[in-house]
C-alpha cells in the first residue's frame, strides 16, 4: 500500500518561513514523480510544485523563487521549503505521487499564515 506523510505544517506570520517533509517509500522514490498540492480555505486544490523524475522541477507562478522543492533519497523524504510566506499561501497542503499505476495523496498538513 502507498503511504505518503506529511509533516512541518503550522502557523507563522506574513514574511515567516516554514518547511514541509512528506515521508514515502523507496518504491515511490524510485517510480514516481512527487510534487505538492495545496487546498486554501473554500477553494479547489490546485498544484504548488512537482519534482519530476527526471530531475526537472516545477513551480506554480505565484511561489517561485519563494517555494523550492528537494528531496533527500537515503532517507525517502521529499521538502517543501516555503520562505517570505503571504497569507494567500494559507492551505491545506498535500504531499502527491503521479505513477504509472495511478496518483497518491497524503493525508495534508495545514499552513496558516498570519497578517
Do not use: H
Amino acid at each position: 500500500q502507498v503511504q505518503l506523510q506529511e509533516s512541518g505544517g503550522g502557523s507563522v506570520p506574513a514574511g515567516g518561513s516554514l518547511k514541509l517533509s512528506c515521508a514515502a517509500s523507496k518504491w515511490i522514490f524510485d517510480n514516481c514523480g512527487m510534487g505538492w498540492y495545496r487546498q486554501p480555505p473554500g477553494k479547489e486544490r490546485e498544484f504548488v510544485s512537482a519534482l519530476d523524475g527526471d530531475g526537472r522541477k516545477r513551480y506554480r507562478d505565484s511561489v517561485k523563487g519563494r517555494f523550492t522543492i528537494s528531496q533527500a533519497y537515503t532517507k525517502s523524504l521529499l521538502f517543501l521549503q516555503m520562505n517570505k510566506l503571504k497569507t494567500e499561501d494559507t492551505a491545506v497542503y498535500f504531499c502527491t505521487a503521479y505513477c504509472t499505476a495511478g496518483n497518491y495523496w497524503g493525508q495534508g498538513t495545514q499552513v496558516t499564515v498570519s497578517s
